[in-house]
Each structure stands twice: as C-alpha cells, then as structure tokens.
C-alpha cells in the first residue's frame, strides 16, 4: 500500500457548522443553474443554454471535493 502526504498548504479546514449551509448554497446554485438553461432552451437560444450546460457539469466540483474533504488543489493565478 502506498501512503502520499500532503503539506500543510494542500488543506484549508471547512468548520463543520459551515459545511451545510455551503452545501445549500451549492444545491441552490445549481437549480438555478438549470432553471436559466430551461429557460434558455424555452426561448429557443440553444446555444447559450449548451454552453451552460457544458460549463455547469463540472462548475462545483471543486467545492464538493473540498467541503468533503478539505483538500483544496493549487489554484494558477491567471492574471492578465
């Protein structure tokens, strides 16, 4: 069995009393999410609704993975 640590800076503790209200937040974030792309596909813009869709499979996994694990990745600094 391979063990990998992880420093110190690779965490950033979520306090439990915050993890779900968080998580409301995302689930919230979501439903609207797909309301605008059902109101998108309704008005005929099938174009901006698949671009949504598209963006928003993957928008919060990055907070799921943190708020279950406290695991934050290295964010680029991409600073034009």
Request: aromatic letters at 8%; a neutral charge; glycine letters at 6%.
């Amino acid at each position: 069995m391979i063990g990998i640590e992880l420093p110190e800076e690779d965490f950033e503790k979520v306090e439990d009393s915050d993890k779900t209200s968080l998580a409301q937040a995302v689930a919230a974030a979501e439903c609207d999410i797909r309301k605008l792309i059902k109101k998108l596909l309704d008005k005929g813009y099938g174009r901006a609704a698949d671009y949504l869709i598209r963006a928003s499979k993957n928008m919060f996994s990055y907070v799921r993975r943190w708020l279950l694990t406290g695991i934050v990745g290295t964010l680029i600094n991409l600073a034009l």
